[in-house]
């Protein structure tokens, strides 16, 4: 007799009954009826956002046994094991699980809560796996102490790491080896955590979710809206990358920096073995990959507490509440913002809040260069003009690139200064 899940795959239950299986009401094994409900949350249109939330509110004995079973279907174990269907206490089970794949635990490690975070710290299988302990290095809730024992796990295998200040305790020691052929080399490691720490300490929780408070309409209007940068995503995958026509579509994009990321670490490793050569950074095409895997809300908090590389692909970010998040964050630098003032592939909505930050407008750099950034909204740009030197105005009133009508004040405007001092 065939099982209820394949009559339910080949359509072949009347309304009442898909009714029925999407609450979880069908006479089946508790195995068979979480299989049911995944196989609705995820392809049936009618019934899936029923399902979903039976799945959300399903027995935790059950849901557990799910979680820990080898045996459980791929379906289910990628559907619990996703961002936003995971619930917490399942999480230590489906690490524990060898057939959730470590590219699945990686992806959820980027944008891990800090309860999660903890957890995965705690878990051998975390502990030993270089891929997952790359990505969860990344996650903007990483602490700094963690973002340590991660980099001395990474370094050095599981036995060098050191305790976790504030956990409480000391991460569990175990035999386990790390995967070191596919862990960075430690000088890049050195070199990273060198870079973070020259950037500042670490920003609040507190400010992420004071940001994300504020702007809570906006970020559920945003919903799942994926990172897509201003003016395209090619050159965002380094130089060495052919340039296409100008219409690509997302799938190539993807494809391709799929493949500029495996190219450059072989050429990364084919340069370390070789005495002299010179390795060509991937970190780069990472950084892509991580930012496209991040919700609207993974990439607010990325903007406001990432790197310096992080803010220059966030502010580039199509979805405004992320890109204005970078202007928001603490370790923002005045260097950051004058190229930010002078980007064409930015929304203007970037460029007319930079003016409403007092700090930015003390930096004349900063207003030289909105007023000479042909994407700078007219109205702004003519605002801001009085404040150039003489130098800078006859240089834009020569400037192709800007308005007719800024060239011609800035014209007006170099000439009247010219004349104030000639009179003195």
């Given at each position: 007799m065939p099982r209820m899940i394949d009559q339910i795959r080949a359509s072949k239950l009347p309304s009442n009954m898909m009714q029925f299986a999407a609450k979880g009401a069908l006479s089946v094994p508790p195995a068979e009826a979480i299989e049911i409900l995944v196989y609705l949350a995820r392809h049936n249109k009618v019934f899936g956002d029923l399902a979903r939330m039976t799945l959300a509110g399903w027995d935790e004995k059950a849901s557990l046994a799910a979680a820990s079973d080898p045996e459980t279907a791929r379906e289910v174990l990628d559907y619990l094991v996703a961002p936003d269907n995971l619930r917490p206490k399942l999480l230590p089970a489906l690490l524990g699980n060898p057939s959730v794949p470590d590219a699945h635990l990686a992806k959820f490690a980027i944008s891990a809560s800090p309860e999660a975070i903890a957890a995965m710290l705690e878990s051998p299988r975390v502990r030993a796996s270089a891929e997952v302990l790359k990505s969860l290095r990344s996650n903007p809730y990483l602490k700094s102490e963690q973002s340590s024992a991660v980099i001395n796990l990474l370094n050095a295998g599981p036995t060098a790491s050191p305790p976790i200040a504030g956990e409480g305790k000391a991460l569990p020691s175990n035999g386990s080896v790390v995967d070191k052929a596919n862990a960075p080399p430690s000088g890049e490691l050195v070199e990273d955590a060198a870079s973070d720490a020259a950037e500042g300490g670490d920003v609040p929780d507190e400010a992420v979710s004071a940001y994300i408070a504020q702007n809570a309409v906006e970020i559920a209007t945003a919903g799942d809206k994926p990172f897509q940068p201003v003016g395209g995503a090619v050159e965002l995958l380094g130089t060495e990358l052919p340039r296409a026509e100008e219409t690509v579509t997302t799938e190539t994009v993807v494809s391709t920096e799929k493949a500029a990321g495996e190219s450059s670490g072989a050429a990364a490793a084919a340069a370390r073995a070789k005495p002299g050569a010179t390795a060509q950074p991937a970190h780069r095409d990472n950084t892509v990959q991580k930012i496209n895997r991040l919700d609207v809300k993974g990439r607010i908090q990325l903007a406001l507490k990432g790197n310096k590389e992080e803010r220059s692909i966030l502010i580039r970010d199509g979805t405004k509440v992320v890109a204005l998040a970078v202007l928001e964050a603490p370790k923002l630098s005045d260097g950051e913002v004058e190229k930010f003032a002078l980007q064409k592939n930015v929304l203007e909505a970037v460029l007319r809040q930079i003016p409403?930050?007092?700090?930015?407008?003390?930096?004349?750099?900063?207003?030289?260069?909105?007023?000479?950034?042909?994407?700078?909204?007219?109205?702004?740009?003519?605002?801001?003009?009085?404040?150039?030197?003489?130098?800078?105005?006859?240089?834009?009133?020569?400037?192709?690139?800007v308005s007719e009508t800024v060239r011609k004040l800035a014209m007006k405007m170099y000439k009247q200064k010219l004349d104030s001092a000639n009179k003195k």
């Open positions: 409403l930050k007092r700090r930015f407008m003390k930096n004349y750099i900063v207003v030289r260069n909105l007023v000479s950034n042909p994407r700078t909204p007219l109205d702004l740009g003519l605002g801001l003009m009085k404040h150039l030197q003489t130098q800078d105005l006859k240089n834009i009133s020569a400037n192709k690139e």
